[in-house]
Each structure stands twice: as C-alpha cells, then as structure tokens.
C-alpha cells in the first residue's frame, strides 16, 4: 500500500482529469479528504458492477494509480532519504554511483509517462517502511520536490523540466517525525564553507583531497578556498601548488562538477567561484571558464550590489573576448541604470574602474557625479584608490582628485610603496598636475630616505622625471647615494639615473664633479653587457649634461654599432639622439672629438608655431624690418626670432646681409626662444635637459638667449607685451635711454 500527500489546490486540479479504466477486476482508487491538505490512499475495490453509481466515478483513477505506483519506484528502498537546500535529495549514507541530481535529470523522462512528469511537483511522495505501527500504513521517507525550496529555477528543457510554470500555490506541511528522521536531523553534517575549508586546509591538494571524499553543494567553495590558501602562499611556492593542483585527479572532476552547478547555484557563490577560478591562473580559453561567463550573462539581473562589484573585479583582470565584452556592456548598462543606489563607495570604484575608457562620456560623468556626492564618506583607502580608478576609466576629474589629494597628503606618513607609484603612475596618465601632492610625497620619501630601497627611490624618480617635477632634496640625497654605492648599480639603473638627471637637468652645487665621474666610470665597467640602444641613451644623457667618457663615446662611434641603430629598434628615435650627439660632440668641449662627422638622415621639418602675439609685440617695439622669424640654424636648431644689436645691447641695427658680412664683429646676435610650459621643470622656470643644451650651444654660437614663456604672454595684453619684451631685449644700462619705438634706427 502507499500513501501520498497532496495540496488541496493539486487535487482539484488533477483529479478531474483522471481517465476511466476499462471493468474488470478490483482495482485502486483514489478518496480525498477536504481539508487543507489532500490526503490520498490507496485501496482495493469490489468489482464494477457490486459498486453503486455514485462511485463509478472512481474509475478513472486507474491510470493515474499506476502511474503513482511507477513514480515510487523512483525512490531507492531501505535508504534514508534526506532533504537538502536545493529542494532534491539523496542518501544520508554517501554512495559513490548514486547521484540524485543525475537521478532525478536523466532518469525522469524514463521512469515516468509523460502526463506524470508535470503532476508531482509539489507533492511529497512518502515510501513505506518497517517502523510504522498504525494498520496499513508504515513510516515514510520524504522526496521533496518543491521548487520554492531552490535558489534558482532550474533552466532546462522541456522534456526534463521539473518545474510547472501553473502557479500552484505552496502548502504546508506538517508531519509528526519518527525516530529515524530525528536520528537524521541529529547526524546531518554541517555544510562546509570557503572559510571552513581554507582554514583547515593547508594546501591546494588538500582542498581537492576533501572534495573526492565528500563532494559538498556548491561546489564555488573549494574553488574560493583555494584561491584564500594561495594567497598565503610565496609566488614560488604558488607557482608549485597551482602545478599540483592541475594534475589533481579531482581537479577535472571539480571544474565539471561547478559547470553543472552553475546555473542553480546562488549568484554571489557563482561569482566568487569565477573570480576565484580566474585568479588561481586558470587559462580563460578554458570550457570552465568560458561557461561560467555565459551563465553569468544570463543571470546578470539576479546580481545585487555586492556582485556587481565581484564581478567588476573579475572583469576588470580579464584579457578581451567575446564573452567578456558582452558582460562588460551589460554592466555598464546596469552602471548606468543603479549608479543612484550604490550605497558603498567600493563597489562604485570597482565599477568605475570595470567599464573601461571607451565607455561613454556620459555615463563616466553620472559615475563621476556619483562620486561627488559620496566624497564625504570616503575613507583614506577610497582617495588614495580614486587615481588609478580614474586612470583605469581614462577620465580626468579635476575636482575629486583635488579633493583625493589633499586626504592623500595629510595622511601621507606609513602610506605604502605601491601606492604611492599607483597614484604617481595614474597622475602621468591622466596628465594630472598637482605640485602639492607631488612635493608631499617626495618631502615624505626624503624625510624617510634610510628607510628606502635604492631601487625604490629610483622607480619613484623616474616617475617624476615623467611628470616633469624636480625635487632638489630627493635628488641630492639620492646623488650622494650613488657617488657612495655607485659599484652596486646594474646596466638598467645606470642608463635610468642618466636619464633621470640628464632630463630635469640636476647638479648639485658641490658633488656634480663626483657624481659624472662615479656614473661615467659604472657606464665605462659595463659596456659589454649594454645593448646598442642602451649605450646610445646613456652617452646621450651624459652629452646632454656636458660629460664625453671616452670609452662610451668611441664604442658608440663605431660604424657597426651606428649601422644597426639606423636600421633596426626606433629609428627616428635613434636618428634624433645621434643628431643630438653630433652636435654635443662639435659645440662643447670635445676637442678630441671635433673631427668626427657623422653621415646621418635628416630628420622630419618639426611644425613652426605662430607666436603671433609675440611677432605683433616686436613689430611694435622695434619695426618690421628689425628682426627675423622662424630662423633655422646649423645642427638642426631652430630660433623663433633673432634680432641683432650692438655688442653692448643699446641699439638695434638693420637687419640685411650686407650688414652680417661686413661687421660681424660688431654685432651681438640675440635669439628670442618661444618656450612652452613643458620645458621647464613642473612648478619652477628652471629649464629641463634639452633647453638647457640649446640655450648652452646657442651661446656657443654667439648668441644672446632670451626666453618668452608662452603661456604668460597670452595673458598680457599688448602694451604690457611690449614693455617686458623692451627689458628683456635692452641691457640693463642701455634700458633707460632706449626709446620705446625705434624704428628710425633701423
């Protein structure tokens, strides 16, 4: 006999529909009560024709009956079945070839006819047993086949759904337990956690090794845990337990487990199985990988805050694909439409940063204006962050990294190394000019200097050269530094260090002289390991500070060496450096190199800028024959405007050929050089390494050097142009008896 339970809604609904079997001998049938619940029972009638009217009706229960029966053998007999989160079951004791999930999958469509398959969900169906002492009926075991037990609808076909879409209504229900379901709730294990799991392991392995034993839902959680062991871990030892990992028996049997549990699993379990699965270094090429992005695509709509920023996070380290940009365009359509309910400023940063720069204009604004508004709320981890998030999304906010700036500095003292190079390297891309941030952290890694890595200060150094800043205390701790420990520099720290100091231009007032010989004398003991290109950029920084180490120079010099630096690596980089050499080599002083002359290609006509206010101020001041624009002159230099006066500046002479040929002698050449703000060194007038020489071969050329920084110009209007053009042309003595227009000079 069996005993089934059915809601009172699933009875009204099925029974009616129940088809007559043909007469013959007894067979079930089906009485209900008409409570709440339905209970269904099993019984033997008298024949048809023994039986009155009103029950005749209960010959249409025969096929369903059987159908019943056929279901209860689904159930393994003398098991205890236990019900589980997902709303399935399976044995309390663990039987490695019985799986309920493939139970219930792939044997469902077979065990079943097709009118069944759809009629009992949510129904329990109770087998007998031993232990039950009332009269006909015997203990029971339930199979649950509930779908509002589970996390997720299950998305399968049609032929093996378990789930109605008839909106039947939930009940219910209560059952007095027996003996052996309180001995089940009293032995039911706790579930195991990626907490439990990574504390109590101790490798990779051991993870992998605790799966095979007892393979628990959901399966993300191993993955997790391992990703939490890892990070414990050395990069070498790291390396070591991900090789033994791959070659786990159990791994293959993980990774296939968490594919099929990807679509039933919570949501935020199944984005921290992906993030852990690609931060353990499995490739993204993979099938696990793969479909757990496209499960995530189709679940997007299910994640809240908290996995909108895991899965930021995970995109944001993976390589473009497919896949991956879809679930890149479906976030930022969700940025786009949540930004105003972001309540944590983290997962808005991990967004921001995820959406990549050809995101949107519009939407990086809303992000951006989002962040405004939560600036009061930012922690020092939040500002210091908000320069790389920015860099990442390629917006440059003004206004919130002011504001990030000022937390930055006036936390600056324990901040770690990484962040400051984050937040110098984030400023170089978004071409972020701070000069108080930028001098907070250099006052800051000076005051602390013995604590340093020379290596460190180094990298830092080389990130301000990129930004232009020069700070002179950084810079002669780190000068006496290397006069002391020059010998421990390798090829790479020394042609950096050149460039460094070559590029901002630096001497110290007492220890240059050390300083050139200490670097000259390490780039001269490692001229066998040095690439072409780097000995090309060393002697080419030592030229630009007016140093020729005769070694270097003459390897570099060599016809084989010059050869390969034309026709291989950045040639028109390497075109313009040799350029540079040359003249170094025929203008400073290196008598023992005048006579070498190189054959070298020209390089590109560079674009002449107007200076329109400029040329309009000196045709004020001086008139139009005066003076001569955009003037090229040997060794490809150029000057904006040259003017020629008497050699004690007090007068301006006409300007014709006739002039130059026959009293050179007499005249002082004057070149008016139109320099942008980027030629100085960030926040000073202090001139960077190729103005520096340019104003350096230009003297040696005869002239007078005047610099007229652009960007103050413009901001003066004409009568005031001409006024400081008049001091910086005229000698100091000759400047109170020169006349404002003097054009009947010339």
């Known amino acids: 006999m069996?005993?089934?339970?059915?809601?009172?809604?699933?009875?009204?609904?099925?029974?009616?529909?129940?088809?007559?079997?043909?007469?013959?001998?007894?067979?079930?049938?089906?009485?209900?009560?008409?409570?709440?619940?339905?209970?269904?029972?099993?019984?033997?009638?008298?024949?048809?024709?023994?039986?009155?009217?009103?029950?005749?009706?209960?010959?249409?229960?025969?096929?369903?009956?059987?159908?019943?029966?056929?279901?209860?053998?689904?159930?393994?007999?003398?098991?205890?079945?236990r019900q589980y989160p997902l709303g399935l079951c399976r044995p309390q004791m663990a039987y490695s070839n019985w799986n309920p999930r493939n139970l219930l999958l792939n044997n469902f469509d077979n065990r079943?006819?097709?009118?069944?398959?759809?009629?009992?969900?949510?129904?329990?169906?109770?087998?007998?047993?031993?232990?039950?002492?009332?009269?006909?009926?015997?203990?029971?075991?339930?199979?649950?086949?509930?779908?509002?037990?589970?996390?997720?609808?299950?998305?399968?076909?049609?032929?093996?759904?378990?789930?109605?879409d008839n909106g039947l209504k939930k009940t219910s229900f209560h059952q007095e337990a027996s003996s052996e379901d309180v001995l089940t709730k009293e032995t039911k294990p706790t579930p195991v956690t990626s907490r439990k799991l990574s504390q109590e392991c101790n490798s990779l392995s051991d993870v992998l090794d605790t799966f095979s034993r007892a393979p628990k839902f959901p399966s993300s959680n191993y993955f997790s845990a391992m990703w939490t062991i890892a990070k414990r871990m050395s990069n070498e030892q790291r390396r070591f337990e991900k090789q033994l990992m791959f070659n786990h028996p159990a791994f293959h049997q993980l990774c296939g487990q968490m594919m099929r549990e990807a679509k039933i699993m919570r949501c935020d379990h199944l984005l921290f199985g992906l993030h852990a699965v690609v931060k353990l270094g499995i490739p993204q090429n993979t099938l696990l990988v793969q479909t757990l992005l496209r499960v995530v695509q189709e679940r997007i709509n299910e994640c809240d805050e908290k996995c909108l920023s895991v899965l930021s996070t995970v995109l944001e380290t993976m390589e473009p694909c497919k896949n991956v940009d879809v679930l890149r365009a479906g976030l930022r359509i969700l940025a786009d439409q949540q930004v105003?309910?972001?309540?944590?400023?983290?997962t808005l940063q991990a967004m921001m940063k995820c959406i990549g720069k050809d995101a949107p204009m519009a939407l990086k604004r809303k992000l951006e204006m989002k962040a405004l508004r939560e600036l009061d709320r930012f922690s020092l981890l939040n500002s210091q962050r908000m320069f790389e998030v920015?860099?990442?999304?390629?917006?440059?906010s003004v206004v919130l990294l002011d504001?990030?700036?000022?937390?930055?500095?006036?936390?600056?003292?324990?901040?770690?190394?990484?962040?400051?190079?984050?937040?110098?390297?984030?400023?170089?891309d978004l071409r972020y000019r701070n000069l108080d941030l930028f001098k907070g952290i250099a006052d800051y890694v000076a005051t602390t200097f013995d604590v340093w890595k020379l290596k460190q200060v180094l990298f830092l150094l080389i990130l301000f050269e990129n930004l232009g800043f020069r700070h002179v205390g950084l810079m002669d701790l780190f000068m006496k530094k290397i006069v002391d420990e020059a010998g421990v520099l390798n090829v790479k720290s020394?042609?950096?260090?050149?460039?460094?100091?070559?590029?901002?231009?630096?001497?110290?007032?007492?220890?240059?002289?050390?300083?050139?010989?200490?670097?000259?004398?390490a780039l001269t003991g490692c001229l066998h390991q040095l690439s072409s290109e780097n000995l090309l950029n060393a002697v080419c920084s030592l030229c630009l500070m007016n140093r020729f180490p005769l070694a270097a120079v003459n390897q570099l010099l060599q016809k084989d060496v010059i050869s390969e630096l034309l026709t291989s690596g950045d040639m028109e980089r390497n075109v313009h450096k040799l350029h540079i050499l040359a003249a170094c080599l025929k203008l400073d002083d290196a008598p023992y190199h005048k006579a070498v002359d190189l054959a070298l290609p020209l390089l590109p006509p560079a674009p002449l800028p107007p200076n329109a206010k400029v040329a309009e101020a000196l045709s004020s001041l001086l008139g139009d024959g005066c003076f001569s624009k955009n003037v090229q002159l040997p060794h490809n230099y150029h000057i904006d405007f040259e003017i020629r006066m008497d050699t004690n500046r007090s007068q301006v002479l006409p300007f014709s050929d006739m002039d130059v040929v026959t009293s050179a002698t007499d005249i002082q050449r004057v070149a008016v050089l139109c320099v942008p703000r980027s030629a100085y060194c960030l926040g000073s007038t202090h001139p960077r390494g190729f103005l520096a020489m340019k104003m350096r071969h230009l003297k040696g050329m005869g002239f007078h050097v005047i610099l007229v920084?652009?960007?103050?110009?413009?901001?003066?209007?004409?009568?005031?142009?001409?006024?400081?053009?008049?001091t910086e042309i005229y000698s100091t003595e000759a400047l109170p008896t020169a006349n404002v227009n003097l054009q009947s000079t010339c």
């Open 112 to 164: 079943l006819q097709a009118p069944v398959r759809c009629l009992f969900q949510n129904a329990l169906v109770f087998k007998s047993g031993d232990d039950f002492q009332t009269k006909g009926t015997s203990s029971v075991t339930v199979l649950t086949l509930d779908r509002l037990l589970c996390p997720r609808r299950l998305s399968f076909d049609s032929k093996h759904s378990l789930i109605s």
């Open 494 to 521: 020394i042609v950096s260090i050149l460039h460094v100091y070559s590029s901002l231009n630096h001497f110290h007032t007492c220890q240059t002289r050390e300083f050139l010989e200490a670097m000259a004398g």
């Open 390 to 396: 920015l860099a990442a999304m390629g917006h440059c």
């Open 403 to 428: 504001e990030c700036s000022k937390m930055v500095v006036g936390n600056i003292h324990g901040c770690p190394f990484k962040i400051l190079i984050s937040i110098l390297q984030s400023c170089r």
């Open 2 to 81: 069996h005993f089934v339970s059915l809601s009172n809604s699933f009875a009204l609904i099925f029974i009616p529909f129940v088809t007559p079997s043909p007469a013959g001998k007894g067979r079930p049938v089906l009485s209900c009560s008409s409570g709440g619940d339905v209970c269904v029972t099993l019984t033997t009638l008298k024949p048809l024709d023994s039986v009155s009217v009103d029950s005749k009706m209960s010959n249409r229960t025969g096929p369903f009956l059987w159908n019943l029966r056929q279901f209860s053998t689904l159930i393994p007999t003398s098991r205890t079945v």
């Open 709 to 726: 920084n652009n960007w103050e110009m413009e901001k003066l209007e004409m009568e005031d142009a001409v006024t400081f053009l008049k």
């Open 340 to 346: 105003w309910k972001i309540e944590r400023v983290f």
